[in-house]
């Protein structure tokens, strides 16, 4: 019954990663996936616990499970914030969780596995928890980007475009996964009042960070804009040609 109890757990952990995977649009797909897997999961927990632990149900609640948080970890290293010599880096870590997750579903789900599955599921835990000890070190906000030897401030929101967690530096920058230029620039006072700078009265999008100068969590539309803390004015601009 505990057991039962503990993969209803975490299932509802890896459901909440897979609503925040709902928001990027590059995780969406693997997100929808993840949610099944965890209905799975959950119905299975349920079986277990009706039918006092039975060894069908038992197999099929862990197997659902170790897919959830394979398809978890994708979710969560697909849209992390890294640096930008470093975003290569998802090309091998976003599998190997999931492959992780796969092979782990594979040894609940045969109930005589033999040791050279054991041994591949050893290995591939052994790199996804070395990725998951990397990940806080990797994407610290340090609150700058470093371009050469120059400290340029950034501040961190998700693309608008992909949902891909980025430091943009001041001034355009590029996102570190699908490219989409953004311009941001503080304070702008002067911009702001420059005749003929662009204005958008009524932005379709906004973005949530900290203010770059009382670090206040606010939302910030697309156009010109003023942190209601400290009054510091923001001018920030993008253009995303298709609706995500």
């Known amino acids: 019954m505990l057991a039962a109890v503990l993969v209803a757990l975490g299932s509802l952990a890896t459901a909440l990663v897979f609503a925040i995977g709902l928001r990027a649009a590059r995780t969406r797909v693997i997100a929808l996936c993840g949610l099944a897997s965890v209905g799975c999961a959950l119905g299975a927990s349920g079986w277990w616990a009706a039918s006092g632990a039975s060894e069908l149900a038992t197999r099929i609640a862990l197997s659902t499970l170790s897919i959830a948080g394979g398809l978890a970890h994708g979710v969560v290293f697909s849209i992390a914030a890294l640096p930008k010599a470093k975003t290569w880096t998802r090309l091998v870590l976003v599998p190997l969780g999931m492959w992780t997750g796969t092979f782990t579903a594979m040894w609940f789900a045969v109930p005589a596995a033999g040791s050279f599955l054991g041994w591949t599921i050893v290995l591939l835990a052994s790199g996804t928890l ?98 209601a803390g400290c009054g510091l004015k923001v001018s920030m601009h993008w253009n995303v040609h298709r609706h995500v």
């Open 130 to 227: 070395t990725a998951w000890c990397l990940l806080p070190f990797w994407s610290h906000e340090r609150g700058f980007v470093l371009q050469g030897e120059r400290r340029i401030p950034s501040v961190r929101f998700p693309c608008p475009r992909c949902g891909t967690r980025v430091d943009w530096a001041r001034g355009v920058m590029a996102c570190t996964d699908c490219g989409l230029f953004v311009h941001i620039d503080w304070p702008a006072d002067e911009l702001h009042a420059a005749e003929g700078h662009p204005v958008i009265l009524r932005p379709r999008r906004a973005v949530r960070f900290a203010c770059p100068e009382c670090s206040r969590e606010g939302e910030w539309p697309c156009g010109d804009s003023a942190c």
